[in-house]
């Protein structure tokens, strides 16, 4: 395993394409400076001194020779120059420095002559100048200290600065970065280990918040997730456990005398765990979405009327005009009977209220009972697996507390809301809002009765 792929981390990976990125761009930013800034004020000093000593070898030879002593102290002081016709040790130049190439380049403008610039062999670095002037030469030299601009540590010093300030600025934005990232990398680790109440802070830049807010509620729905599904297993079992223990005792009986009576109950009792059992699976299977159709509202509610109507219920139907939407029939079909199975249930098969109508941009259906209703503090409840507020399960009541439970789940599918009011006369309000989605396409319409 390589360097690379033992580092693969996003941590890794963006602290190096970022820290490129900005070398990549002092790089750049250095050869430009030194092309238009630093190269060009290099040859503009060079030129400058080049054409000085030019015209100090000339005057040089034009002093009277006592006046060339205060000339020479002149020169040294405010020019850091000397000047002389003596012989000097020297001899050429080992290292290479970037301003002595464009000084020779300059005297060659300035004089007409190749002359090559060499260095002092005793005390301080200095470079000398032998400018022939007539059948004489004269020596002009000037300290290492005295060169003009130095590209070399201004690229050198801004290159250090640079890297400096890359690095750090780098490993502080990339932390910034993956430090949320982190933390919601450990939360799904406690998560995955069974700490389903693990929580992480909605802070930080609105994508991160975003990403933690989508996080806490996958958290609350898995946990939500796993107790519906203890709840399911508990009331299943305890439903159960009364109808078989009934038959258990009605075998035992039924041996001892051919009694019609326990026979039907037998059956009564298969039927009810029949139906107890089905209402769980769809429960179960509630999370399946099918494809959407354009259907008329009125025709759909009309059959299930129709159907309650044949089996001896009396359904009050207000027949409005609700138009024509996509929406997904079966789980409709399913919301309505629960809800009607529910009303005529605990309303003692008392006549129910139904009305559809349409307002804005969402259809709202309405249905309305005459049981005892629901206490305000139960209607949340009620929504739950399971839940019943009569405890005892009354098997003169029926139900198994899924019919509500299962049109919440539907509901929340399919983004419809189901909202339960209670009456001041009494019994209960149920209120449904489906959005309503009009552009569909024409090949649908030939489904509508599907």
């Known amino acids: 395993m390589n360097f690379f792929q033992r580092h693969n981390t996003i941590y890794f990976n963006t602290s190096l394409t970022l820290a490129l990125g900005l070398l990549s761009f ?25 054409g000085l000593m030019h015209i100090l070898s000339k005057s040089w030879f034009s002093l009277a020779d006592n006046k060339k002593a205060a000339f020479q102290l002149h020169l040294r002081e405010q020019h850091h120059l000397f000047i002389t016709e003596e012989d000097i040790p020297i001899t050429d130049i080992v290292v290479s420095y ?45 300290l290492h200290s005295r060169l003009g601009p130095h590209p070399s540590k201004a690229i050198a010093g801004i290159l250090t600065a640079g890297c400096l300030l890359i690095l750090i600025t780098t490993l502080l934005l990339v932390r910034r970065i993956t430090q949320p990232i982190t933390t919601l990398s450990k939360a ?31 958290t609350r729905e898995i946990t939500q ?33 051919n009694d019609s009576s326990l026979i039907s109950g037998m059956r009564n009792d298969l039927n009810e765990m029949e139906s107890l059992i089905k209402q769980a699976l769809e429960l179960i299977k509630g999370m399946d979405k099918h494809h959407a159709i354009n259907v008329k509202i009125n025709n759909v509610i ?34 309505l009977c629960n809800l009607l199975d529910n009303a005529f249930r605990y309303s003692e ?4 209220k139904l009305s559809c109508k349409k307002a804005k941009n969402k259809l709202i259906i309405k249905l309305l009972d005459q049981g005892s209703g629901i206490p305000a503090d ?56 489906i959005p309503v ?11 509508s009765n599907d």
């Open 26 to 50: 002092t790089l750049i930013s250095l050869l430009l400076v030194f092309h238009f800034i630093l190269s060009p004020m290099a040859n503009r000093a060079a030129d400058d001194l080049g």
């Open 98 to 142: 970037p301003f002595i190439p464009r000084l020779e380049k300059a005297l060659h403008h300035h004089t007409g002559q190749s002359i090559s610039i060499k260095q002092g062999v005793d005390g301080e670095l200095c470079f000398w100048v032998v400018i022939p002037q007539a059948e004489q030469q004269v020596k002009i030299g000037f």
């Open 188 to 218: 799904v680790n406690l998560l995955s280990s069974g700490k389903l109440t693990t929580q992480v802070p909605e802070t930080g830049a609105k994508e991160l918040v975003m990403l933690a807010r989508s996080f806490n509620q996958m």
């Open 225 to 257: 997730l796993i107790s519906n599904r203890s709840i399911l297993f508990g009331g299943i079992s305890h439903d159960l456990r009364t109808p078989i223990t009934r038959m258990q005792i009605a075998l035992e009986l039924i041996e001892d005398c």
């Open 302 to 335: 009309d059959e299930i009327v129709s159907n309650y109507q044949r089996q001896g219920h009396i359904i009050h139907w207000k027949n409005q005009e609700c138009d024509s939407c996509i929406i997904e029939v079966n789980a409709l079909r399913r919301v």
């Open 349 to 352: 098969q008392k006549p129910v």
């Open 378 to 433: 139960k209607l949340e409840a009620v929504l739950q697996p399971f839940y019943r507020l009569d405890n005892s399960r009354n098997k003169k009541i029926g139900g198994s507390g899924l019919g509500l439970a299962i049109v919440q789940q539907l509901c929340d599918i399919h983004h419809w809301k189901i909202k339960l009011l209670p009456i001041e006369q009494g019994g209960l309000e149920v209120r449904l809002e």
């Open 437 to 447: 989605i009009t552009n569909y396409c024409k090949d649908n319409t030939s489904n």
